[in-house]
């Protein structure tokens, strides 16, 4: 059984920073891409940032030069590293990847969200 857990959300003040991270654990035969989403209330799920297993990133054009992923392939876990944080960030937060639990099956497996509040 796979399961990702995140941690490091809460309440924050606007422009202040904050550090999610999100652990895999399980029967892991590897990790591919790993990737942040958010959701604010009475929106979509939208793609906040992506890192692959050779460490290429990509970003929401929202969150460019604020937000840094990153990774540590030894301990199955990415970060999500938030500065200068606005009030139009307050979303809940979901961790995503990609994982191969054999050498034949691979599917997406996705933390619990966890909330993300910016006061102005």
């Known amino acids: 059984q796979v399961q990702l857990v995140e941690s490091g959300g809460g309440l924050v003040q606007a422009g202040g920073s904050l550090r999610l991270s999100c652990a895999a654990s399980?029967?892991?035969?590897?990790?591919?891409?790993m990737s942040w989403y958010r959701q604010a209330p009475g929106k979509q799920r939208d793609l906040v940032a992506a890192v692959t297993s050779g460490g290429y990133t990509n970003y929401a054009d929202s969150v460019k030069g604020r937000f840094t992923i990153s990774r540590d392939n030894t301990k199955k876990t990415q970060y999500l590293q938030m500065n200068s944080l606005k009030p139009e960030d307050t979303a809940v937060y979901y961790c995503?990847?990609?994982?191969?639990?054999?050498?034949?099956?691979?599917?997406?497996?996705w933390g619990q969200g966890i909330q993300v509040t910016v006061s102005s």
């Open positions: 995503a990847a990609q994982i191969a639990v054999s050498r034949s099956y691979t599917r997406v497996y």
């Open positions: 399980g029967t892991i035969f590897g990790v591919n891409d």
